[in-house]
């Protein structure tokens, strides 16, 4: 595995989940990687130190999605730390999850802030140094799609904005060279939402194969995105749900 030697990314809430296997992937498919992360660094220290022992550079900065400076400073920290950049990786989310009247207009504001507005200034952030080659590739939800229980009005609306944005990026940087996608992950077993949950079964259930993702099954299809064999892939939105969405 070696097709990203030379690249390197920035993957958002690397710390933990999802994030961290991305991130981890990456750096076995050779590139350096700089991850951003909430208050765990203990989890971020170990994502470091596995990304070194595969011989590679690795950078973890703490950075609140919802801070919109913090997430400008940490693509500049990225860029000056590594050289360059070429794989921007949203990944960090939140979700508050309950009926619409329990909402608090605070929840609102957070959520849309993580996992709107962080994207969509990462993406600003990065645009000048992106060049040629390079890739946005950005973390939805199935339920973006797909919404199988009451409560999650505020998740789902956060998750399926990322379509625009991302189609939008694709057309936008397209002439650049510079793709944009969006991945679309269906239950996986994460502290976010582990397999042996209280919702786990039922959720397993909405799949096509009856069982939870592991991360690194996020992961594989975030390195074939940014890998040189998924270059004419742009704008699109790819479910890795085990057919949550069927
Ligand atoms: P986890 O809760 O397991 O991990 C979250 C990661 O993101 C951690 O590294 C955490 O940092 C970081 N993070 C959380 N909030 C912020 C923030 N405000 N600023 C910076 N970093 C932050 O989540 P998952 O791995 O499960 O989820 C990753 C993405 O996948 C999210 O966008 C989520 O919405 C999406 N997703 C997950 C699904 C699932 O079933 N797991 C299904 C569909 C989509 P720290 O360690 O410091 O807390």
């Keep these: 595995m070696s097709s990203l ?4 990314a920035l993957v958002t809430g690397g ?23 909430q208050s765990n660094k203990t989890a971020a220290a170990e994502v470091v130190e596995r990304i070194e ?4 550079k690795a950078l973890a900065i703490p950075a609140d999605s919802a801070d919109s400076v913090a997430v400008r400073a940490a693509v500049d920290s990225a860029v000056t730390e590594l050289g360059r950049l070429d794989i921007l990786v949203n990944n960090a989310g939140t979700g508050v999850l ?3 009247g329990d909402l608090a207009e605070a929840d609102v504001d957070r959520v849309l802030a993580v996992n709107i507005r962080a994207p969509f200034i990462a993406a600003q952030a990065a645009s000048a140094h992106l060049t040629e080659g ?5 973390i939805g939800s199935c339920m973006a799609e797909r919404v199988v229980f009451p409560g999650g009005t505020l998740y789902s609306m956060s ?4 379509t625009g944005l991302t189609k939008a990026l694709a057309r936008e940087f397209g002439p650049r060279g510079i793709t944009a996608n969006l991945v679309h992950p269906g239950p996986i077993d994460t502290e976010m939402n582990p397999a042996d949950g209280e919702s786990a079964a039922a959720q397993s259930g909405f ?3 009856g069982r939870y993702g592991q991360p690194a099954e996020i992961a594989a299809t975030v390195a074939h995105l940014a890998g ?3 270059r004419y892939i742009t704008g699109a939105s790819i479910a890795v749900d085990g057919g949550f969405g069927a």
């Design 5 to 8: 030697v030379g690249k390197t």
């Design 15 to 37: 710390s933990r989940g999802i994030g961290a296997a991305i991130a981890v992937r990456l750096a076995e498919e050779g590139a350096d990687v700089a991850l951003t992360y």
């Design 53 to 56: 022992a595969l011989g590679r």
């Design 98 to 100: 309950g009926p619409i």
């Design 134 to 138: 390079s890739t946005i590739i950005t």
């Design 159 to 162: 998750k399926s904005a990322l």
């Design 207 to 209: 799949t096509a194969l």
């Design 228 to 230: 040189p064999e998924g």
